[in-house]
Each structure stands twice: as C-alpha cells, then as structure tokens.
C-alpha cells in the first residue's frame, strides 16, 4: 500500500522582534483520510477541526512519528504549547533524516511560541505581611524567568535544525528571533541614563541627603535633622557595554568635598576605570595610574571644588559588557551646614541659651562657637559636649588611629562676663565635662572650639541648678532602694517635655533628640545617695555610664539586682584624666531558659507569642560620693556595637590576671601589717573573698558569653573604665 503524509506549513506568527516562518513539507499518499482531513484544515486556518481529524486518525492508525508531528504542528497552532512539545519532542524518535530536520525546526519555533505567551503573562502576585505585593510563594520563577528557559530550548532546536540542513532560511531566521531574546545586544539592556556617551550627553548626578539609618532600626539613636545635610549621595547600579563609554556630570559649590567609588563585579574581563574632570577641562583624577592599572575611585576632599560643573567618565577598559555600581559623595562646605546658631564666633556674638540638651551642632575649622547663659546667686553650671555619631565620613576622618586613646577632638571652657577663663572642660570619652559649682550671680560665657582643621558634629548639654538641700535634683526622694526611679520612664518624660516649649509651645532652639539610650541629669548633696532602676530592653548587652567632673567631687556606681540587696559590681576608678564611672550589665545565667539551649521563654501575656523574646530583667543602680561631697552628673544607658569577641576575651583575661595580682598583694599587705594575727588575717581574707564573690561571679559569667563581651568591652575601652574600686569610703 503506498502512503501519502503532506507535512504541514507553518503559519506566520508575529512576535515582538520578528516572524517564525515555515516551509512546506513533501507529499505522501495515504489511506487514512483523517489525516489528510487534518492537514488541510491546518492549511485552511481551522485548528480546531485539524485537531479533531487528527484525534479521529488516532484512534484508527498506531502511532507514528509522522502523525505526532502532525498533532504537534495544529496543538501549537492552537496555543496548547506543553501538548505540542511533548508530542514533537515524541516525533524525534525517527530515522528519516528530513522528518528529523523538520521536526527540530517545529519545536524550535513551538518554545517560542510558548516563550511569547509567558512574556506576556502577568505574574501571579499576593500582599505580604508587609503590605506590599510580591510573587506568589507557589511560583519558582517568574513567568518572564520561565520564557527565558523556552528560548533557550528553542535555540537548542533550532541549532541543531540548521546543522542538519544548513539551508534552512526559515530555521535561521527563527534562530536570530530566539537569540536576541536569549542573549540580547548590549544596547537593548544599557541603563536609563544612555545616551551618554559624550560629555556633550553626560547624564545629570544629584545627590542628596540620605534617610538616617537609625529611623529603620528599633533602638536606634536618631541624628539631629541638620547631620543630613552633612553628607549628600548618589548611588545607582548602571551598565557598561563595551566601546560605549559613560559620563555623568555634577553641580558643585565653592568648598564642596567630592568623592566616588565603582563597584565592578569580580569576574574575568570586568575592568572599569573612573576618570574626574574639573570645570575648565582639566583632568583632576586620571582614570589610569601611572603604571597603567585602572582606578575604580577617587576622594578630591583634600581639595576644596571650585563652583562649577564637574564630570565622571567610566570607561570600559577590557570592552567586556558589565554591570556596575556607582557612588559619588558630595560634603559641603562646612560653612554652608553650619547649625542654627551662627554666627556665634565671638564672645560678643555669644547665642543666649535655656538650659536643657542641644543637638546636632557643628564646630568648622578655626570657627568657635559661643553660648551664654544667666546664673542667680548660689545657682551651678553643668556644662556636657560630646561628639555627635551619625555621618560616617566624618566618623572616619576624627577616629583615633589603631591603638591610640580615644581624646575628645574639641575644648570646652567657661568664662566670665568679663572674659577671663574660668573653668576648662576635662576629657571623658568622646566628650568634656565642665563644673563651675556656686560662682555667683551674673552672665556666663561658654566656649567650644574644635582642633587645628578639626571639623565634626556635637552635641552640647548645659545645666543650670539651685543650690543643696532646695536644688536637689528632681528625683528626689530616692535614697533608698524601694524608691529608685525608673531611669526609662523618666527619660521618655524629658524627651515629652523637651519636645514642647512653655505653654505646650514647641521649644524654638532645643528640638528633641527623638529616642536613644535613656539619658538623665541628676545631682548627688552631701550625704545623699540616688538609686535608680533600669529594665533591660530584649536580650542586648548594655552599659551603664556617669559622667561627671572628677575634680569637683568623686561619685561610685553600684549596681544591684533588682531587690537592690545584692551587689553585681561597682565602678569607683575616675580620675582627673577619665571623668566619669561605666559598668557593664551582667549576662543571663547559663540556667536561664532563655538563653540556655536555645530554649524560648513562656511570653508574657500580651507579648506577642513566639516573637516576645526573653524575659525582662530589671536592675538598681546607686550613685553615691563621700560624706561632704557633692557633684552633678549625667546618667545613661547604652546597648553598645558588636566587637571582637577574641580581644575582649584576651582584655577580659587581662583584667581578671591583674585583679588577682591586686588581691595578693594586698593579702600581702595585710599580713606585713599585722603579723601577730594570723587567725586575724585569715579571717580578713574570708572577708575580702567574700566581698568580691559577686564581681568576681558576675566577670566569670560575662567571659563566658560572647555576647555580653560586647558590653564589657565597650566599658573596658571607655575612659570610665570599670576597675577593682580604689577607694573605701
């Protein structure tokens, strides 16, 4: 019996960059007429009823290579693209050469179609718990990641299709179709900003302020609105197609700090360079050093610009196609982000304060600043600077080199109405602390002057108080333990208060800080101790600080368990060089459910379940001075950054070794003392080892937790260094 089969034309489909065409195929006889019903409905456009012929024949005939081919061609025709597919991919199990070729040709052109129906398929998209829309979980890909895939299985066929026959135009044709959506020109995807590629066409760069960092974390401390303006950016992600350099261009003022960096991906062949030229033409950064070696960044701070237009050219050295990142930094002028107060740079200018916190203010090289403030007759001065953190190019330019002691990069100084220097800030930590205790009544002059070229943030604390009994500060009475003061709540007051002036009004010159570590101003009169407690905020390790003037009377912190019964540790080691006390809250013990194992707590009810985290732990903290004393000092707790586990524990080691070495030689001391005794100095010794079992305990414990290191090291590397006390009062 001779058979005729008509291998089936491929209709034109239109897709976005071009047609997949067809050829005709050879003509077989055959006695199956459903066959041919079908191939000539396909002829005729009419899919649905080729599709049905074809049905009809295979329930009549077995199944064949020829047929499937057949079924293939209409199920594509008619969108049904995974039918189509697995009956094509069925037909390549055939030893007829030219079936073959065709065949590779039909799925080649079926993956495309199905490559153009994914494309424009909208992605199934559901709410998260955050509010914003995102694929569904049930899709690995989306639909235009899985369109890709097709057409990369349509280049597969298609390929083999042409070295089969290599005089297959249709199939060329389809291929060029497929690869430009495999592996497009590096024009089709070059970066919003193109045309760029002259400095006629560089593309405008505005910087600008970033959003504070601290305003995304939870326990954040927020920068003062006016840090922003400190640091202003320009960060994109681009591409670089090979011969096609980029430029961009930028406004800058008089004295504006201008820098940038690429960030090129590490592969073979990814060589960018990055080039500045100046506004009269002038290259100020070469894209190439002297050797030859690209430059992917560049810092012109030490040069201050002059106004004008500034450009950037990225060039593609290797002619590889890449993608990269940009950024360009811009700090301005110092005296174009000066604070609210200037011009306050002499003491005749000198801004008039209401006592309270000031943030965010700027110190400019060879640029004092100036305050004042009225004292009544009795009345102190409690003057507190401290570096502000927040802009980190600044941050990075005043730390202290590796090693170095942290040395506060200004001076405070109060004087008289009459100008003659009074008192002169004495260091502590990143700040000084200044003390004029009972002056007289009059006007008070306050300076803050930055180092040669120093120029940087601060933020400036200034205290006016009555004197003892009456100008106790307002915690009073918490001389006792059951009475201590909850140093969160009373700080979330102050923030209220200060946020409104008299009346309610907002306060014009002393905005709030808005959040951060609890801070308090108190005061301790002869023979008056505070007490105050803290609840520890999650599972972070925390420090509490006093700051205080050593030399206008010394203060010891203590902290307590939260009976206030039980001593943890006491800080008693300021000195004229290092004002100010820090103790380190101690971690949970090894029992703790909370933190043993991994085991979760029992929430509390209203916690929130599974997310409630640790118990709270609440501790009492006292300050106290010597019987005739008095002082003023600020009191806050700290969640410190993370650092080296391994140098704390080598510091931590450090300490416990010569903590021993204190205590044997005063062992020693006493036995030289009174050598008649020696139940007496066994008995002494019992007593000082018990004494120090809670320090002791609370150090072990705290080397043993790597998280709590944090914050024993952050009190270490304090000029409030926590010490074995000095002093027996």
């Not at 009823?49 to 293939?72: C, K, M, T």
């Not at 079936?99 to 398929?121: D, N």
């Not at 009377?553 to 008693?572: K, M, S, V």
């Not at 080397?703 to 002093?727: H, T």
Request: with cysteine; net charge negative.
């Amino acid at each position: 019996m001779r058979v005729t089969r008509r291998y089936v034309m491929w209709a034109a489909a239109l897709v976005a960059v071009g047609t997949l065409g067809g050829c005709d195929g050879d003509v077989f006889e055959t006695s199956e007429g459903s066959v041919d019903d079908g191939n000539e409905a396909v002829l005729a456009g009419k899919v649905e009823e080729a599709l049905q012929s074809y049905a009809e024949a295979v329930a009549a005939i077995p199944e064949s290579p020829e047929l499937n081919y057949d079924r293939g061609l209409a199920e594509s025709l008619a969108a049904h693209h995974e039918e189509a597919t697995q009956l094509l991919l069925k037909a390549l199990d055939t030893r007829q050469a030219p079936l073959l070729q065709k065949v590779r040709a039909a799925l080649g052109v079926a993956y495309s179609r199905w490559g153009v129906t994914l494309e424009r398929t909208t992605p199934a998209l559901k709410q998260g718990d955050d509010g914003q829309l995102a694929l569904a979980e049930s899709d690995e890909k989306s639909p235009q990641a899985q369109a890709l895939d097709k057409w990369k299985l349509a280049v597969q066929h298609l390929e083999e299709a042409l070295r089969m026959d290599p005089s297959d135009a249709a199939s060329l044709h389809n291929l060029e179709v497929a690869l430009l959506r495999v592996d497009p020109p590096c024009s089709s995807r070059d970066d919003s900003h193109e045309d760029n590629d002259t400095q006629a066409s560089a593309a405008a760069i505005e910087p600008k302020a970033e959003e504070d960092p601290a305003q995304a974390q939870s326990g954040g401390t927020p920068r003062a609105p006016e840090m922003a303006k400190d640091v202003l950016k320009w960060t994109e992600q681009l591409h670089s197609c090979p011969d096609d350099a980029d430029w961009y261009k930028i406004e800058l003022q008089e004295g504006d700090r201008l820098s940038g960096a690429l960030t090129v991906p590490e592969k073979p062949g990814a060589t960018l360079a990055l080039e500045v030229v100046g506004p009269d033409g002038q290259v100020l950064h070469p894209g190439r050093g002297a050797d030859g070696a690209a430059s992917t960044s560049f810092d012109l701070s030490g040069t201050p610009a002059r106004a004008g237009t500034y450009w950037l050219r990225v060039d593609n050295v290797a002619l590889d196609e890449t993608s990269y990142g940009l950024e360009v930094k811009v700090r301005p002028a110092c005296s174009a982000v000066e604070d609210r107060f200037e011009d306050n740079d002499s003491a005749d200018a000198a801004v008039l304060l209401t006592p309270g916190p000031l943030d965010g203010l700027k110190l400019c090289p060879r640029d004092p600043d100036w305050y004042a403030v009225d004292l009544a007759e009795g009345e102190s001065l409690f003057l507190y600077a401290q570096e502000a953190q927040g802009a980190e190019d600044e941050d990075e330019a005043n730390a202290p080199a590796p090693g170095e002691p942290q040395v506060p990069p200004f001076v405070t100084e109060i004087h008289g109405a009459d100008g003659a220097l009074l008192a002169k800030g004495a260091p502590t930590g990143k700040g000084r602390v200044t003390t004029l205790l009972t002056p007289g009544p009059g006007r008070y002059l306050m300076r803050v002057l930055g180092d040669d070229g120093y120029e940087g943030r601060y933020n400036l604390n200034v205290q006016v108080v009555p004197p003892c009994p009456e100008g106790d500060d307002r915690f009073e009475d918490n001389d006792v333990a059951p009475d201590a003061v909850d140093i969160t709540e009373a700080a979330q007051a102050d923030q209220q208060a200060a946020a409104a002036g008299p009346g309610g009004a907002p306060a014009p010159q002393q905005p709030a800080g808005g959040g951060g570590p609890p801070t308090l101003f108190a005061r301790v009169c002869p023979g008056d101790v505070d007490w105050f407690s803290y609840t520890e905020q999650g599972d972070k390790p925390s420090v509490v600080t006093a700051v205080f003037e050593h030399a206008k009377g010394d203060l010891a912190l203590e902290l307590y368990d939260e009976a206030g019964q039980t001593l943890i540790t006491r800080a008693d080691a300021s000195t004229p060089e290092q004002n100010g006390e820090a103790v380190a809250l101690p971690p949970r013990p090894e029992d703790d459910p909370a933190t043993a194992g991994g085991a979760t707590p029992t929430p509390a009810p209203g916690a929130g379940g599974e997310d409630a985290g640790p118990p709270p732990r609440t501790f009492k903290i006292k300050l106290s001075a010597p019987p005739d004393a008095e002082n003023f000092y600020l009191l806050e707790v700290q969640q410190p950054s993370p650092s080296s586990g391994g140098d704390s524990q080598d510091q931590s080691d450090d300490k416990d070794k010569s903590d021993d070495e204190d205590k044997g030689d005063k062992d020693k001391d006493d036995k030289q003392q009174d050598p008649k005794d020696p139940g007496k100095d066994e008995q002494d010794k019992q007593d000082e080892q018990a004494k120090n079992e809670p320090l002791q305990d609370a150090l072990d414990k705290l080397d043993r937790n790597p998280e709590n290191l944090e914050a024993v090291e952050s009190a270490k590397q304090s000029p409030l260094a926590n010490r074995r006390p000095g002093k027996d009062w």
